[in-house]
């Protein structure tokens, strides 16, 4: 196999991925032909083999996961899950882990548990000893049953007995049958051994035999995979590394301790377990019924993963859960598309299936936590974060206690906040360079239009608001080569091998090195942004602008905002074509703007007293900038005199805008967004979903609502004075992500 790294993957069309595979030997050509034809995964004669009263076959998606590496070998991951977000978090985790060495996994011999339950027996213990003197002949017997499984390698192994009052008082004896059934997941195996064993197990004891089947709870059959992870790749866009590491590990002692958060935090585990083992063909009920019962083991149900902090520093993680996974039987034999899933795993035995489970398993508790630790537990994490704000913001040691006290109690943990504390002038958030012993970080804002957008192109007036601490860059010099990490948009590129596609975020840091004239030297960039990608929150210029700033740290340039600002105008060329200039300067300055790209000395910052009350939210859905604003254009050449008096009417809006803003004149602002919007429906850059999500906030009680950014798809704005959890919440309740505009 290949590298298992698939560069601008999530950007491929389905054909473009399945060649993608083929290319690389992860899927045989004829495979590959089949699905390229859209042959069905399962035809429905096939089906109805399976199972009992078909009336069809359902669907689910199967999608696969980049990125693993697993003991030094590539894995491409498939998966069938129809949640979203678990491929692109599991692949985002599997980069980083991949970039750290990768995982580690081991396992116990693939042994099942087949039970014997035995009752109207007196004396459990005589009965036990028994049994136990036979037990030569039982395991005899027992593989006599399996003759085949033998010559495999696999085999009846040991027996293990346990006796417990029934409620009546009586006395029941468990025989535990421990077979080795290798590749196949075993449950008829040691079902057929078990029955066969029954008479035998009866005259042996003097009981009588009731159940007679294997146990799901697989705990002969473990598995172990780990992760060390160097707290430089733990980063994220708002989160300093400690901090995400320490909320980890905060995070599964919680899980640790309390049913409710356990029972959650192992669900994420299981979303990718699952959706491997049921791309693979394997009795997923029979994996979860396993690991949730492992989970309870010691009386209370507890995190099947540990995470904790090395003597370095560096974030360790582990997994161990039972599991009996399959590549021979089962549905296998008949499911064709398990049987492709199989074969893109590359495994050739049951054991090393059962540790790519585990592997993935693994990488998606890492990516729910990292996410989670990211954006939804600061609150009790409050200390922590405060802690490391001050850092980055380079408060003094002597004041540095009351600061983060200060920010606690205000509630405002921000750098402005750390910079007012303390008094002195700190080193911006958005320009702050922290070396931490030879990566340099660039800093930047994205962006969101409170109104004016599309306008802005023909010279007229746009008001928007940073996104603050939008995209945090870090490079380190590296010997020859140049490698792009960006796992949250799914971006990994490499100059240095084949990798290396053309378009899109490459192609702006190839720009940005030739600005900068360091063509020909070697950088290890990794971007970590918390605005998603394509949703008209400036996420482009906001990445530009934290490249260019962590090559100005790192190497030294010394160039100024005005030059960095020059450079990400640049980039926003050749990335969406006639840009208004307004993402690049907002990336650059950070600061509230009416901006108009016709003349600098129309460009003015617009200093806030407080920050409004705005929800932005992104529908999921990317728009092309690029797109947007040439349809704009064309229709602007058929029908000028009309859209230049559009255009007139939206400056206008922009302009009092932003005095309406600076008054926080919310209900005059909020009925100028509407309009607003009103105006660019009428030039056709809204959507059917835009207009819903529009609908949903304005319903929650937004007083303005509007598309923002260049449309066609993308997200909304909304102004909500005293409704701001209100319509956060309809929002998010409709399925929408909310961004915050401020990093904390
Ligand atoms: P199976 O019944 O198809 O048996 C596996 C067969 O593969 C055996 O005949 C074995 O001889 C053969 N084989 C070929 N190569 C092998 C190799 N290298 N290693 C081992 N065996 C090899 O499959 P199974 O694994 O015994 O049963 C799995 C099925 O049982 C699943 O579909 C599951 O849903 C179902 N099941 C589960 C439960 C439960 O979990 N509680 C209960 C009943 C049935």
Known sequence: MSNSRIAGLYRMSIVERINALADRGFLDRDAANALLDGAPLLPRNTAEKMIENVIGVFGLPFGIAPNFLVNDKDYIVPMVVEEPSIIAGVSGAAAIFRD????????????????????????????????YSAQDDLLTLANKFQPRLMERGGGARGLEFYKYRLPDGDWTVVLHLLVDTRDAMGANIVNTMCEGLAPKVEEVCGGNVVLRILSNLADKS?????????LASLITGSHSAEFVRDGIVLANDFANTDPYRAATHNKGIMNGIDALAIATGNDWRAIEAGAHAFAAKDGKYRSLTSWSVEPNGDLTGELVVPLKAGTVGGSLASNPGARMGLAITGVTSATELAELMAATGLAQNF?????????????????????????????????????????????????????????????????????????ATGVACAKVIILGEHAAVYDRHVLALPIESAVTAQIVEREKGVTLSIPDWDIHDDWSGPERVPGGASDVVDLIMRELRVTGRGFDI????????????????????????????????EKSDLEIDRIAFRCESLTHGTPSGIDNNIATFGEPVLYSKGSSTRTRPVPLPQIPPLVVASS????????????????????????????????????????????????????????CHGFLNAIEVSTPELEKMIQIARSAGALGAKLTGAGGGGSIVALCPGKVSEVTGALERAGYEIVRLNAS
């Open 620 to 675: 999921g859905t990317r728009g092309s900038t690029g797109d947007m604003v040439a349809g704009v254009r064309e229709r602007f050449s058929k029908n000028e005199a009309l859209y230049t008096t559009i255009f007139d009417e939206i400056d206008e809006l922009s302009i009092a805008g932003a005095k309406a803003l600076q008054e926080s004149d919310y209900e005059y602002l909020g009925s100028m967004m509407n309009v």
């Open 100 to 131: 750290n060495g990768g995982i580690a996994t081991s396992s116990t011999d693939p042994v099942l548990i087949g039970q014997i339950q035995i009752v109207g027996i007196r004396d459990p213990d005589k009965a036990v000893q028994s049994l």
């Open 526 to 557: 990794r971007v970590y942004p918390r605005v998603p990608l394509g949703m008209g929150l400036g996420s482009s210029a906001a990445f530009a602008v934290a490249v260019i700033r962590a090559f100005n740290n790192l190497l030294g340039l």
């Open 367 to 439: 990516a729910a936590l990292r996410a989670l630790v990211s954006h939804g537990i600061q609150k009790g994490h409050m200390s922590l974060h405060a802690r490391s704000v001050a850092a980055a913001a380079g408060v003094p040691e002597d004041r540095f206690d009351q600061v983060v006290a200060g920010m606690i109690e205000s509630g405002d943990v921000k750098t402005w906040k750390a910079e007012e504390l303390s008094g002195v002038a700190l080193p911006g958030a958005t320009t702050a360079a922290q070396p931490v012993e030879g990566i």
């Open 222 to 230: 473990l598995v172990k995979a780990s992760v060390t992870i160097t």
